[in-house]
């Protein structure tokens, strides 16, 4: 168990549609990452939020936004849905920023999302 | 930006065997971080062993060992005396640096060596 944890586990829903992931991050940790694995592409960063404040941004589309709470978790959140954001949707976390120890990634147990 | 590149989508080795991973990575940078990962198929996303840039010496974690060549930018995984539970993918990672010391930082992953282990 690597202390991140990540709901909901399965999520199905239909194209047009919005959806919300949540992630709490391992006790201590003020960064935390979103990273989408479809099949053919492996990991995907999409986003890094440390302390409440985004600090860094991957291939993140314009229909996803994502944002961390004064209490340290985070949610993503997924509009217009489209076939192709089917996925499993991994969250991380980390303790610090860059440079900060040797920047090893906890990771949730992703959550599934299929679009229908 | 970094890329990391696994050219083994597929590997088999059998249980007690050594097999080796490879990973190629491109980067401007002295100073870095490199990553394996498990992945088995419970999905969870386990660290198997790191890598410091500017630590000459190759990072050993039980049966898993690495082979770091800085110059050729290149990172492999032995894995020793292989046991079926070390089928999974595999990814390579690289820890990117940020601009400065506030700015943030992300892991980019290869796209991943799947191991099957026979018995």
């Known amino acids: 168990d690597s202390g991140v944890t990540q709901t909901p586990k399965h999520l199905i829903t239909a194209t047009g549609q919005r959806v919300t992931l949540r992630c709490s991050p391992r006790?201590?940790?003020?960064?935390v990452y979103w990273y989408q694995q479809s099949l053919d592409q492996g990991l995907q960063f999409l986003i890094q939020?440390?302390?409440?404040?985004?600090?860094a941004k991957g291939n993140i589309l314009e229909r996803f936004s994502a944002q961390q709470f004064p209490d340290l978790h985070s949610e993503l959140n997924l509009s217009s849905l489209e076939l192709g954001d089917s996925a499993l949707y991994f969250c991380a976390s980390s303790k610090g920023l860059a440079g900060v120890g040797t920047g090893e990634l906890f990771f949730g147990e992703g959550s599934r999302l299929t679009v229908l | 930006a970094q890329t990391v590149t696994q050219s083994q989508p597929e590997m088999s080795v059998q249980e007690a065997e050594t097999v080796t991973l490879s990973c190629t990575y491109d980067?401007?940078?002295?100073?870095?971080?490199l990553f394996w990962y498990k992945q088995p198929p419970s999905r969870q996303m386990i660290l198997v062993i790191r890598q410091e840039a500017y630590k000459q010496q190759n990072a050993t974690e039980n049966r898993f060992s690495v082979n770091f060549q800085k110059a050729a930018k290149s990172f492999s995984l032995k894995i020793s005396d292989s046991q079926l539970g070390d089928a999974a993918m595999y990814f390579c990672?690289?820890?990117?640096?940020?601009?400065?010391?506030?700015?943030?930082?992300?892991?980019?992953f290869g796209k991943g060596t799947s191991l099957l282990v026979t018995p």
């Open positions: 980067t401007s940078e002295s100073d870095y971080y």
């Open positions: 990672a690289y820890k990117t640096q940020g601009l400065s010391a506030n700015s943030g930082y992300a892991l980019n």
């Open positions: 939020y440390y302390n409440g404040e985004e600090r």
């Open positions: 006790s201590g940790d003020l960064s």
